[in-house]
């Protein structure tokens, strides 16, 4: 058998400009959890919401950061790419590099990675 990591991993190729490509992966749960963390961890956005439960009211403060998620969720679902440099030289998947992509790829690999990670189960969703 090939182990648990290998069966259960699910990749794609994603087509970017100039015709250079990226491996994509899914997520492991673990990395899930980072870019939850990194994406709650900001305080560039807040949201507030209110329950009544009885007499009581509580009021949460959520600080979201959408370029975390998106730049954490790339960091950890880019396998590989072809993106290089005029030399030939390619481009290491880093923060700086990420930082160069076109607001279109960045989308095209976004949407990737969280297509193939999908949705919690119902397992998840419930701890």
Same mark, same amino acid.
């Given at each position: 058998?090939?182990?648990?990591?290998? +069966?259960?991993?699910?990749?794609?190729?994603?087509?970017? #400009?100039?015709?250079?490509?990226? $491996?994509?992966?899914?997520?492991?749960?673990?990395?899930?959890?980072?870019? &939850?963390?990194?994406?709650? %961890? #900001?305080?560039? &956005?807040? +949201?507030?919401? $209110?329950?009544? $439960?009885g007499a009581t009211s509580t009021s949460v403060d959520l600080e979201m950061d959408?370029?975390?998620?998106?730049?954490?969720?790339?960091?950890?679902?880019?396998? #590989? =790419?072809?993106?290089?440099?005029?030399? %030939?030289?390619? =481009? *290491?998947?880093? +923060?700086?590099?990420?930082?160069?992509?076109?607001?279109?790829?960045?989308?095209?690999?976004?949407?990737?990675?969280?297509?193939?990670?999908?949705? *919690?189960?119902?397992?998840?969703?419930?701890?």
């Open positions: 058998m090939a182990g648990y990591e290998a +069966a259960t991993s699910l990749t794609d190729t994603v087509h970017l #400009s100039g015709d250079y490509r990226a $491996q994509v992966r899914a997520l492991r749960a673990d990395e899930e959890d980072a870019v &939850q963390a990194a994406y709650l %961890g #900001s305080r560039k &956005q807040r +949201a507030a919401v $209110q329950t009544n $439960q959408n370029g975390a998620l998106i730049r954490e969720t790339l960091l950890r679902g880019i396998a #590989s =790419w072809t993106l290089d440099d005029v030399d %030939g030289t390619i =481009w *290491p998947v880093d +923060a700086a590099h990420l930082g160069k992509l076109t607001g279109g790829d960045r989308n095209k690999l976004f949407v990737a990675i969280t297509t193939l990670t999908g949705p *919690p189960d119902d397992a998840e969703k419930k701890g």
